[in-house]
């Protein structure tokens, strides 16, 4: 069953402050059409004893989920309250003698066989009724470094994702990861946040060592935005009918050496 | 870029410091179209597929994307499923933040779950999730009238976990075969018992330590010569010095923390640095009633929500710690590796990273003396009369 | 290179003169005559030579409100070697490390003039008076505006063997002294941990204004590397922790190639790589404000993969920062005052550690 309502937004379960996709058919749409690709965090059920490959569900950033609301294109579910009603349970009223016959019920009713083994089945999605949260939820995402910097490269089609083994905020990639190397180490800044010369040489030494640029952004505040006149940086790119992103800035570093 | 590294050529590593360089091959995602290569051998790690630098707009790029893209897709709708063989049944009660078990058949209780005065086992949140996700698992709601999807659990458990970060790390190695189980610490209010075993002390050789006596004997007689120690040094002043030793010796003057002798009081530790889970190594002896000593010890953080320790915070978690080495261990294994240490699983939205965090004392360790040694040696071996 | 090579070029760990002991063998009488003699008298004797100094310059900065240390830098070709080959110490301004400009260019300059390798000390003194004779012909072609073009230098090398046809340059000229031999141009650069080192704990060394000529003590050394005098000043903590791993016998060097602040070597760059890679980090009483300049786990996890990607330990150097640097009468008594205290982080791949 999808798990989308009629207005055919994605849900985005977000359960214990995090942002879980369980559909593969939401997993399909928006990585087919709106490059987010997320990271799958759950055993494949497979093959369960590695984590090399994983399965469902897909985690999605902060930034991921606040972008795509913003654009509306998905909606956050609260799971927690969803499910609610189905999980509750009066702590004087357990009456598990009965549960258990139910239990029974349901579980000689699952795969027939003939002299085959049953086998019992689990499925990705419930079907409970969803409660979903306003966009205020995710409001505090926005004007961030972080958000800055994924929305301004989100939007010139870059698929992006934890950069944590990297040292960096998010990784960039010019197409689907699963075909193609990460280009950039990405770190969001504020406009007049200071970093260290020593940050400077050991990412773009970690990049280059990688083949990748290390690359740092951030947005112009409007007082400062005629300097941006100066740097050739400011392609307008169609997208989706937003808003120029006239009014932010990015350098890229790489180690070069003489000799 | 190695040949940046160092200004010589053939250099060789310092022993020990080699395994580094291939940790590269874990990062990245692999190609789904190489799922088909892991065979009934769990244990081989899948083929990698070549990636491209970046799209041409080509037709036949496009294809590659939609065909790793589908062999994706397919394997991540493959179905959660189980056999009535090794059948886990089992009710979710929030309230108690535990699974009762039902039915129990299979391997996996052998280090999952724990059994209650009567034999029933009960399953702690993260146990359920990783059984339910990998299919091993029937999970029911209280009422028994409802089959819990992944998604349901997830809704149920994870806030349980104490963290989404901390039920990544425990998949993470129980999936990798690691048995993993709850340290005392697990929780904000629980400290670990660690039992603390007497620091082994060196017991050097007489001689050397005369010699030593003398040297210093002698520098001080040569400052009181040259009275008194001026204000602003030298600390090695004029005069003959007998041994390098003596010499680094005498310029040892920087307080440091040190190892030796003293016992270390545990101190109370501060989340997110507490010991989340013991960890073993995968054994089929395993008993979970005395399962012996973990070989490690396993702290997680959120790399978004947490900082570093200060000091005082990575202080008092190594204070809990028992100590990994004993006379028996070099120099090296002491510097590298911590006299204590722990690992710390770094999340980043379904990223880990693990890391060791060591507790090591350069001032401990006097890598000189052999050097010197050595010389002494090579220098005199023409003079001696034999 | 071979280790025996290379311990007989590199053969003490720092710069300081050390006269050991001879065995001592109880039943043979010379043995301990010569014993007696070495223990008693030789220091006798030391003590009235004064130790060998090197000289190194001290160039200043000073703009409308003080001065500043630009940089410390050892001239002589001698004093370079000396501090390098013991201890490995600073490092030469036109070379990776180790100044050998003076040989590199040496041997480029006799290549391009078409020599082959020196063989005999006689032919030394020929090729050199040939080579100041190629000079002086050089130099009366460059001033009559001959030699602006490379190629035509080719006509100076006329009546030799054509071994190698690199020509030389017309900035090449400038490289050769009256004598014909090449000019030192290099020096020794030396960061303001090693040089006070140097100074203050070896004595080893003279430091001279570079523009008056004067000496250059070490209390006003100090006051120069510390105008500031608080007691997290980044000379004094990253000076505690470069005398405390210098102190404990390892070779300490700069970092920022690898993004961290000190290197250590068991015995230097010619033995084997670096072994650990150390970040200095300052602690204050002040535990809020400890909590507040913590980084994050982005960075070390991009230090460590720097690091370790070379097949370096990463190590978190914790300098404990007193409160108040007023009350000390010697530089011992101030360095007293810091303490050091140390962790590593290394990277740990779980599927490699199963069994």
């Known amino acids: ?259 | 870029m190695d040949d940046l590294d160092n200004d010589y050529d053939n250099v060789p590593v310092a022993p020990g410091h080699g395994e580094h360089e291939n940790a590269e091959s874990d990062d990245e995602q692999q190609d789904w179209r190489m799922l088909a290569t892991i065979g009934s051998d769990k244990k081989s790690l899948p083929k990698r597929g070549e990636k491209e630098y970046e799209p041409t707009g080509s037709a036949s790029d496009r294809n590659n994307v939609d065909e790793s893209r589908q062999a994706m897709y397919t394997a991540l709708n493959g179905e959660r499923q189980h056999t009535s063989k090794v059948h886990i049944s089992g009710i979710w009660y929030p309230h108690l933040r535990k699974a009762k078990v039902l039915v129990a058949r299979g391997p996996h209780f052998k280090s999952i779950g724990k059994a209650d005065s009567s034999g029933t086992i009960w399953l702690l949140p993260e146990e359920v999730i990783y059984l339910v996700e990998r299919g091993s698992m029937s999970l029911y709601n209280a009422r028994g009238d409802l089959k819990i999807s992944l998604q349901a659990c997830y809704a149920a458990c994870l806030g349980a976990c104490q963290g989404h970060e901390r039920y990544l790390v425990y998949a993470y190695l129980k999936r990798l075969g690691f048995i993993v189980q709850r340290a005392t610490s697990f929780d904000e209010s629980g400290e670990e018992q660690v039992v603390q075993k007497p620091d082994s002390c060196r017991i050097g050789r007489l001689w050397k330590f005369l010699l030593q006596k003398f040297d210093s004997f002698c520098t001080g007689l040569r400052r009181a010569i040259a009275k008194q120690i001026p204000s602003f040094g030298p600390i090695i002043c004029g005069g003959v010095w007998r041994s390098y030793d003596s010499i680094y010796r005498e310029l040892q003057i920087i307080p440091f923390y040190s190892h030796r002798g003293s016992h270390v009081t545990p101190k109370s530790t501060v989340a997110p640095f507490k010991v989340a889970y013991n960890v073993w190594k995968p054994r089929p002896s395993f008993k979970k009633s005395n399962p012996g000593e973990p070989d490690f010890r396993v702290v997680v953080v959120n790399a978004q929500k947490d900082k570093m320790p200060t000091l005082a915070q990575a202080g008092a978690l190594l204070s809990t710690l028992p100590a990994c080495h004993d006379s028996t261990s070099t120099s090296q294994e002491r510097l590298r590796e911590g006299y204590k240490n722990v690992i710390i699983g770094v999340v980043d939205y379904g990223i880990i990273s693990f890391m060791t965090l060591g507790d090591v004392s350069f001032g401990d360790e006097h890598i000189y003396e052999r050097h010197t040694a050595n010389n002494r040696l090579s220098k005199y071996h023409s003079t001696k009369k034999r | 290179m071979k280790k025996r090579n290379l311990n007989a070029i590199y053969h003490s760990p720092l710069p300081v003169e050390v006269v050991a002991l001879p065995p001592l063998v109880p039943h043979n009488p010379i043995s301990v005559a010569y014993y007696v003699y070495q223990l008693v008298f030789v220091p006798f004797l030391w003590g009235f030579k004064r130790r060998r100094r090197l000289t190194a310059y001290l160039e200043l900065y000073t703009d409308s409100v003080s001065s500043y240390v630009s940089s410390i830098a050892v001239d002589s070709y001698e004093d370079m070697q000396e501090l390098w080959k013991a201890g490995f110490f600073g490092k030469g301004t036109q070379s990776r490390s180790d100044p050998t400009w003076a040989l590199r260019t040496a041997k480029r300059l006799q290549e391009a003039s078409g020599e082959t390798e020196i063989v005999a000390p006689e032919e030394v003194t020929a090729r050199r008076r040939a080579a100041r004779k190629r000079f002086k012909n050089a130099r009366a072609l460059a001033e009559q505006g001959v030699l602006s073009n490379p190629a035509d230098s080719e006509k100076v090398e006329a009546n030799e063997e054509p071994r190698r046809q690199k020509p030389t340059r017309v900035e090449d000229l400038a490289l050769r002294d009256s004598e014909g031999n090449v000019r030192q141009l290099e020096k020794l650069q030396l960061t303001f941990q090693e040089a006070f080192f140097l100074a203050y704990a070896l004595d080893i060394i003279d430091i001279y204004d570079d523009r008056t000529g004067d000496l250059v003590t070490v209390p006003y050394l100090l006051g120069l590397l510390m105008p500031d005098w608080s007691p997290d000043n980044s000379f004094i903590v990253n000076y505690v922790v470069y005398h405390h791993y210098r102190s404990h016998g390892w070779c300490v060097r700069n970092g920022v190639k690898f993004g961290v602040d000190y290197l250590l070597y068991r015995r230097g760059p010619p033995f084997s790589h670096a072994e650990f890679g150390v970040i200095v980090i300052p602690l204050y009483s002040n535990e809020s404000k400890n909590q507040l300049m913590r980084r994050d786990w982005y960075w070390s996890s991009g230090v460590n993969r720097v690091v370790g990607g070379v097949k370096k330990t990463m190590v978190l150097c914790y300098v404990k920062v007193p409160d108040c640097i007023d009350k000390w009468h010697t530089v011992e008594e101030l360095l007293k005052m810091y303490e050091v205290r140390e962790v590593v982080l290394r990277r740990w791949i779980p599927s490699r550690n199963r069994d």
């Open chain 1, 1 to 259: 069953m999808v798990d989308n309502d009629a207005a055919d937004l994605i849900s985005i379960s977000f359960i214990d402050g995090e942002y879980f996709v369980f559909d593969i058919e939401a997993v399909k749409r928006l990585r087919n059409h709106h490059h987010v690709a997320g990271i799958l965090v759950g055993t494949l059920p497979q093959v369960p004893q590695q984590s090399t490959f994983l399965g469902l569900p897909v985690q999605l950033m902060p930034e991921e989920a606040a972008l795509l609301v913003q654009r509306g294109v998905a909606r956050i579910i609260d799971e927690g309250s969803s499910h609610e009603v189905i999980l509750a349970v009066d702590e004087n009223d357990i009456d598990e003698a009965t549960a258990k016959l139910k239990i029974n019920e349901l579980e000689s009713t699952g795969s027939e066989s003939q002299g085959q083994l049953v086998s019992f089945t689990t499925p990705a999605i419930s079907t409970a009724n969803r409660i979903a949260l306003s966009e205020s939820s995710v409001a505090a995402v926005y004007d961030t470094p972080r958000f800055d910097v994924y929305k301004y490269l989100h939007k010139r089609g870059y698929f992006i994702s934890p950069g944590l083994r990297f040292g960096s905020q998010f990784l960039a990639y010019p197409g689907d990861p699963l075909r193609y190397h990460s280009h950039y180490l990405v770190r969001g800044l504020g406009y007049g946040e200071e970093f260290s010369l020593l940050e400077l040489v050991g990412s773009g030494r970690l990049g280059t060592g990688v083949k990748k640029a290390w690359m740092v952004g951030g947005h112009v505040p409007d007082d400062d935005q005629h300097k941006l006149a100066a740097l050739d940086s400011s392609k307008i790119i169609e997208s989706e009918g937003d808003e120029s992103i006239e009014d932010f800035v990015s350098f890229c570093v790489e180690w070069a050496g003489f000799g």
